[in-house]
């Protein structure tokens, strides 16, 4: 019913940028949080940035004044800028939407994208 597809992952050097994006489609109506979240090797999946529909944010400690995450409602797109990548910024990345309201069915649901390969060498 929704699909997120992330892109924009890929090998930088330290103290590069990326930038990241993640298309919803699908039957919504809207979607009250969009994020992204990171998962490194043999550690747990982490909180990077989350932007509701009015565009307040919250980040993780780690990446703030170097992440940038907005969105686009219109497009059902939320993007991360990453600057001042650091190797321990390596993860995969992956994008998530919550509380969101589809057509075909009452409720609110959460959905993932396939994640994207964002690797930072020294």
């Known amino acids: 019913q929704v699909q997120l597809v992330e892109s924009g992952g890929g090998l930088v050097q330290a103290g590069g940028s990326l930038r990241l994006s993640c298309v919803a489609s699908g039957s919504i109506f809207s979607i009250s949080v969009m994020g992204w979240y990171r998962q490194a090797p043999g550690k747990q999946r982490e909180l990077v940035a989350t932007i509701r529909s009015g565009r307040s944010t919250n980040y993780a400690d780690s990446v703030k004044g170097r992440f940038t995450i907005s969105r686009d409602n219109d497009k059902n797109t939320v993007y991360l800028q990453m600057n001042s990548l650091k190797p321990e910024d390596t993860a995969v990345y992956y994008c998530?939407?919550?509380?969101?309201?589809?057509?075909?069915?009452?409720?609110?649901?959460?959905?993932w994208g396939q994640g994207t390969q964002v690797t930072v060498s020294s």
């Open positions: 998530n939407a919550d509380g969101v309201k589809i057509i075909t069915a009452f409720g609110e649901y959460r959905y």
